[in-house]
């Protein structure tokens, strides 16, 4: 249901956009971000946009990534400036009808997952 897009290789300082779609559900009165997974290294919290439009980030990507949200096409984006080798890794889109606040930031609070692309950054 999330089909996830724009991965690939990029060099450091360089920038790329991955988007999101969902279909057959809609998620616009819900919470829709991104995870990333690093090789051998567990899928951490990325970004999260709400239906508000309030958006939240990790501390690694905080005034390098910025997430948007077009309800119409139920797409979620995450735009990726100033690349670092370190941001390497499998992106996953995530998105949930209902989370509370403090759940946002867990792997296992989400329903909905897309299937991940790939984001390689060569220094």
């Known amino acids: 249901q999330l089909q996830a897009s724009g991965g690939g290789l990029v060099q450091a300082g360089g920038s790329l956009k991955l988007s999101c779609a969902a279909s057959?559900?809609?998620?616009?009165?819900?919470?829709m971000g991104w995870f990333r997974q690093a090789p051998g290294k567990e899928r951490v919290f990325v970004a999260t946009?709400?239906?508000?439009?309030?958006?939240y980030y990790s501390d690694s990507v905080k005034g390098r990534f910025t997430i948007s949200r077009d309800d119409a096409k139920n797409t979620v984006y995450l735009q990726m400036d100033s690349l670092k080798p370190e941001d390497t890794a499998l992106y996953y889109c995530?998105?949930?009808?209902?989370?509370?606040?403090?759940?946002?930031?867990?792997?296992?609070?989400?329903?909905?997952w897309g299937q991940g692309t790939l984001v390689t950054v060569s220094s």
């Open positions: 995530a998105a949930d009808s209902s989370l509370i606040y403090s759940s946002q930031f867990r792997v296992s609070s989400y329903n909905y």
């Open positions: 057959g559900r809609t998620f616009s009165r819900g919470v």
């Open positions: 946009i709400w239906r508000s439009g309030t958006t």
